[in-house]
Every structure is written in structure tokens, then in C-alpha cells.
């Protein structure tokens, strides 16, 4: 158990429609990231926050948006859903920013999008 | 185009056999991660190399940084069938948001060690 906690576990939805994800990171951890896994992509780094405020943007739509909250937890909102959309979705903390620091990722959400 | 590119792609082996697996880049990455993925989890921190031609050791496995640092290598001794997952190598690249900690990973290699 990584500590980072993220729901839900499963999602299944239709094309067109709006989801959030969302996730908590370890206690203490002030960065979250968010990762995309799909079977042709592999991991995607998609945004990062750090204590609030958005830190570096990576291969994020315009369609999804992120924030995190005063008390550290985040959202990732999909929207406008695709099929191609589907995949798992994973959260990561680490105390600060930083290569040096490791980053702890969550059991993640499989998005399904029909 | 994939920054980093794992080879091979998928691995099966016998318990006890020795393996290597490879992630190459033409890019200089600051420091190069090792994670290790099991079914419906999210990936674990193996190892994080940070210098042209460190070599750590864990356990059983080797790790290794290319001197130029554009590649890695993860070596596996005496493979066990607690090894099957899937190992991702991620790396930290200054142009690509790497001083903030953010990761380029590769593909990964599915390993599946037989019994």
C-alpha cells in the first residue's frame, strides 16, 4: 500500500459524458501528478500541482483539467469523453517537487468509455 | 516517437534463468527510475540512478547507467516466479519538465517467469 488513495476503481462510461477522478495522496506529500496508461501510449505524464497550484503541464487534452484542493487532495476532470479515451489512470505524490524525490502512485481508476 | 525504448517487449522465462532488460534513449535524461507494475496496481519505485555509469544493486537485480546517460539496464539473477510484472523505466529530462520531477516512461517489459 503505496498510501496515495484514488476513486474510483472502476469507471464505465458513455461517449460524450463527464467523469471525475479523484485522488489522495500520501499524508504529508505536497505534489500530486497525474499519469495516463493505455496499451499503445504506456504511461503519459498528464499534469502536476504542487501545494495548490498547477506545476508543469505534459501530454494533457484540452478536454481534461486538474486542480488540487487546500487540503492537498486532487481531481482530474474528463470531459467530452472518447473512446480512445479509455485507460488507467493514475495518480502520484511525492513530499515536493523534484527528480530526487520519489514519487508514490496509487492503485489507479481503468476508465472505460462505451 | 517514444523517448524511451524498452526492448525487449515481452519476456518468459524458466525459474532460474538470468535476464537483462534494456531501456535506451538518444536523449540525456538527469536520472533514470526503475518501477515494477503488477496487474491492477500502480507501479512501484525499484531504484533511481542518478550517475553516468552507477551500477546498484538489489537483491538479485543490477541496475546500471549508461555513462552518457541516454541508457539503463535492469539485470535479473536467478529469476524467481515472484518476478512476473511488468518493469518500466522512467526518466527525468530537463526539457520535458525533469527538474520538476516529472517522468517520461517507457513502454515497459512484460516479464512472466515460469515455475
Known amino acids: 500500500d503505496s498510501g496515495v488513495t484514488q476513486t474510483p476503481k472502476h469507471l464505465i462510461t458513455a461517449t460524450g459524458q463527464r467523469v471525475t477522478l479523484r485522488c489522495s495522496p500520501r499524508s504529508g506529500d505536497l505534489s500530486v501528478y497525474w499519469y495516463q496508461q493505455s496499451l499503445d501510449q504506456g504511461l503519459q505524464f498528464l499534469i502536476q500541482?504542487?501545494?495548490?497550484?498547477?506545476?508543469a503541464k505534459g501530454n494533457i487534452l484540452e478536454r481534461f483539467s486538474a486542480q488540487q484542493f487546500p487540503d492537498l487532495h486532487s481531481e482530474l476532470n474528463l470531459s467530452s469523453l472518447e473512446l480512445g479515451d479509455s485507460a488507467l489512470y493514475f495518480c502520484?505524490?511525492?513530499?515536493?517537487?523534484?527528480?530526487?524525490?520519489?514519487?508514490?502512485f496509487g492503485p489507479g481508476t481503468r476508465l472505460t468509455v462505451l | 516517437t517514444q523517448l524511451l525504448e524498452q526492448s525487449p517487449q515481452f519476456l518468459s522465462i524458466q525459474e532460474g534463468e538470468n535476464l537483462t532488460v534494456y531501456c535506451n534513449s538518444s536523449s540525456v535524461f538527469s536520472s533514470l527510475q526503475w518501477y515494477r507494475q503488477e496487474p491492477g496496481e500502480g507501479p512501484v519505485l525499484l531504484v533511481t540512478v542518478v550517475t553516468g555509469g552507477e551500477v546498484k544493486k538489489l537483491k538479485r537485480l543490477t541496475f546500471q547507467f549508461g555513462d552518457a546517460r541516454k541508457d539503463s539496464s535492469l539485470h535479473i539473477t536467478a529469476a524467481q516466479p515472484g518476478d512476473t510484472g511488468l518493469y518500466l523505466c522512467?526518466?527525468?529530462?530537463?526539457?520535458?519538465?525533469?527538474?520538476?520531477?516529472?517522468?517520461?516512461f517507457g513502454k515497459g517489459t512484460k516479464l512472466s517467469v515460469k515455475p
Open positions: 502520484a505524490s511525492s513530499v515536493v517537487p523534484g527528480v530526487a524525490d520519489t514519487q508514490y
Open positions: 500541482y504542487y501545494n495548490g497550484e498547477e506545476r
Open positions: 522512467a526518466g527525468a529530462n530537463p526539457v520535458y519538465g525533469g527538474s520538476q520531477g516529472n517522468l517520461i
